[in-house]
T-cell receptor, first 113, second 115 residues
Framework: AQTVTQSQPEMSVQEAETVTLSCTYD???????LFWYKQPPSRQMILVIR??????QNATENRFSVNFQKAAKSFSLKISDSQLGDTAMYFC??????????FGAGTILRVKS | NAGVMQNPRHLVRRRGQEARLRCSPM?????VYWYRQLPEEGLKFMVY????????ESGMPKERFSAEFPKEGPSILRIQQVVRGDSAAYFC?????????????FGSGTRLTVV
């Protein structure tokens, strides 16, 4: 069974600075997908970024980028130029093609002014 | 194009009552997924449904919980004889089958409180 581990329960960052959230996963699959979701206080689950395991190039979406290390089974999220609106719970998630999402326990990120 | 709609947003039930949570997928989506989020935890998969079919219910508790997605109308997650441990946020998501790897679209969740 796949597992996803987020080892940082909470993180803080000053506004405009950069922060990296860690995620590791365990799988025997070679083809899969990885995601970061953001859950602000409104509780809405918002897809931040997606990575296909067969692609070596790291995904980027504006201020959000990932460092995908397939051999190490690591998938960290970097947020540049942090904004107050980035304050949220962030979940790393794993999916085999056609299957369900498996989530990590989440990291609470607080952006301070 | 409305997103995934869940209602009610908040639901309070006394122990032993039934809870019915509704989910209307995005227009054109025929696949629905239910997840549960216990306090201070990540989302845990419960069940995956297509119209009139349960595809994967490996995350559903064996008793008291059931789900359906009829040909017409929303998907329903039903919890009979609720207990305090059922208090959680329940999320529904939907997808096109061939777009599932792009990630689901989630609803805003239903927070169930059992008193």
């Amino acid at each position: 069974a796949q597992t996803v581990t987020q080892s940082q329960p909470e993180m803080s960052v000053q506004e405009a600075e950069t922060v990296t959230l860690s995620c590791t996963y365990d799988t025997s699959e070679s083809n899969y997908y990885l995601f970061w979701y953001k859950q602000p206080p409104s509780r809405q689950m918002i897809l931040v970024i997606r990575q296909e395991a067969y692609k070596q190039q790291n995904a980027t979406e504006n201020r959000f980028s990932v460092n995908f290390q397939k051999a190490a089974k690591s998938f960290s999220l970097k947020i540049s130029d942090s904004q107050l609106g980035d304050t949220a719970m962030y979940f790393c998630a794993f999916m085999k093609p056609g299957n369900k999402l498996v989530f990590g326990a989440g990291t609470i990120l607080r952006v301070k002014s | 194009n409305a997103g995934v709609m869940q209602n009610p947003r908040h639901l309070v039930r006394r122990r032993g009552q039934e809870a019915r949570l509704r989910c209307s997928p995005m227009k054109g989506h025929s696949h629905v997924y239910w997840y549960r989020q216990l306090p201070e935890e990540g989302l845990k998969f419960m069940v995956y449904l297509q119209k009139e079919n349960i595809i994967d219910e490996s995350g559903m508790p064996k008793e008291r919980f059931s789900a359906e997605f009829p040909k017409e109308g929303p998907s329903i997650l039903r919890i009979q004889q609720v207990v305090r441990g059922d208090s959680a946020a329940y999320f529904c998501a939907s997808s096109f089958l061939d777009r599932v790897n792009y990630g689901y679209t989630f609803g805003s969740g239903t927070r169930l409180t059992v008193v």
